[in-house]
């Protein structure tokens, strides 16, 4: 096996682990809780997805944001929307005012893919930040979950 397929193996290992257990709510909580927050600029599990070397599911995409099907959903429509350049965004909590632009972008596409999916009724956006926020991949994500009745609180 060639260097270049040990690496997809690796990744597509890293990818399933990451996702999987008895409980998705459960190993999202791990994973965030063993996920640590690197340099800001260092390539995440989304930067492949983006580039196209983990196929993903794809709803919507332009030149600047990209949105897919969880793997995992925790509702009928789990729909993960990403910016396409991390720009040192890593978090919520790493946004600057530089961000702006952006930051609208990926709610205002949240909207569009709402409407795309028939999601009439109502949805969620949610934006996880930090470990205890269960934040698991550090690029930042907004999670569009419909299609069912949401339950509050969400925590």
């Given at each position: 096996m060639s260097?270049?397929?040990n690496n997809k193996r690796d990744r597509i290992s890293v990818l399933s682990s990451h996702f999987t257990s008895s409980s998705p709510m459960a190993s999202e909580k791990e994973a965030a809780l063993a996920a640590t927050p690197s340099d800001a600029d260092a390539?995440?599990?989304f930067d492949k997805i983006i580039n196209k070397e983990i196929p993903s599911t794809v709803v919507y995409e332009d030149d600047k944001v990209l949105a897919f099907?969880?793997?995992?959903?925790?509702?009928?429509?789990?729909?993960?929307?990403?910016?396409k350049v991390k720009d040192g965004l890593s978090g919520l909590s790493k946004a600057e005012e530089r961000h702006f632009d952006i930051l609208g972008r990926l709610l205002y596409t949240a909207k569009l893919v709402a409407k795309q999916e028939g999601l009439d009724d109502g949805f969620r956006v949610v934006i996880?930040?930090?470990?205890?926020?269960c934040q698991s991949v550090y690029h930042i994500h907004v999670h569009l979950l419909g299609g069912r009745q949401m339950n509050w609180p969400p925590g």
């Amino acid at each position: 096996m060639s260097g270049k397929d040990n690496n997809k193996r690796d990744r597509i290992s890293v990818l399933s682990s990451h996702f999987t257990s008895s409980s998705p709510m459960a190993s999202e909580k791990e994973a965030a809780l063993a996920a640590t927050p690197s340099d800001a600029d260092a390539p995440t599990i989304f930067d492949k997805i983006i580039n196209k070397e983990i196929p993903s599911t794809v709803v919507y995409e332009d030149d600047k944001v990209l949105a897919f099907r969880d793997i995992t959903p925790q509702a009928p429509t789990h729909i993960l929307i990403i910016p396409k350049v991390k720009d040192g965004l890593s978090g919520l909590s790493k946004a600057e005012e530089r961000h702006f632009d952006i930051l609208g972008r990926l709610l205002y596409t949240a909207k569009l893919v709402a409407k795309q999916e028939g999601l009439d009724d109502g949805f969620r956006v949610v934006i996880n930040d930090g470990p205890k926020g269960c934040q698991s991949v550090y690029h930042i994500h907004v999670h569009l979950l419909g299609g069912r009745q949401m339950n509050w609180p969400p925590g």
